[in-house]
């Protein structure tokens, strides 16, 4: 049937809606399918010889390293398989129009980490990525 769910004092009505929810806490893992398993949001800015990677925002990444356009992203908690989706985006600050081509892909996937390459147009590592690259890994 339909109707609205009462329970414990939360309230799902008939089109999803929760409330009453407050401070809700799971013990143990939370489990969805459509929610990704890791997700990273970082830049990685040249100066001089070194490069600077900063981690923007993330949820089970321990760590980005890397440099010239390779990174290692190694989750928090590992992954059940090697066998997840790796998206990446890249950003772009709008002040080239059209934007360059960049090209961004895994090449290694293992349960403890990801490891994605930028390459430009013309097939070179992209040396920095000032203007932000996201990474969502999909598991189950």
Same mark, same amino acid.
């Given at each position: 049937?339909?109707?609205?769910? &009462? ?9 999803? &809606?929760i409330a009453?929810?407050?401070?809700? %806490?799971? &013990?143990?893992?939370?489990?969805? =399918?459509? @929610? =990704?398993? !890791? ?5 990685? $800015? #040249? ?17 980005? %390293? ?5 990174? #290692?992203?190694?989750? $928090?908690?590992?992954?059940?398989? *090697?066998?997840?989706?790796?998206? *990446? ?6 002040? %080239? ?6 090209? !961004? ?5 293992? $349960?403890?980490?990801?490891?994605? !390459?930028?390459?430009? !147009? ?12 996201? #990474?969502?890994? @999909?598991?189950?």
């Amino acid at each position: 049937g339909t109707g609205k769910l &009462n329970f414990n004092g939360i309230t799902v009505d008939t089109n999803n &809606n929760i409330a009453n929810v407050n401070d809700l %806490t799971v &013990n143990g893992k939370f489990s969805n =399918p459509l @929610m =990704p398993s !890791a997700w990273c949001v970082f830049t990685d $800015t #040249v100066t001089g010889s070194s490069n600077n990677i900063v981690n923007q925002a993330s949820e089970n990444i321990a760590s980005i %390293t890397g440099s010239n356009g390779r990174y #290692v992203l190694t989750f $928090t908690n590992a992954m059940s398989s *090697i066998n997840y989706g790796v998206i *990446i985006t890249l950003g772009s600050n709008g002040s %080239t129009l059209p934007p360059p081509v960049y090209h !961004a892909f895994f090449t290694v996937r293992e $349960t403890t980490s990801a490891t994605i !390459a930028i390459l430009d !147009a013309s097939g070179e590592f992209v040396q920095s990525f000032p203007d932000g690259v996201t #990474v969502v890994v @999909m598991s189950n």
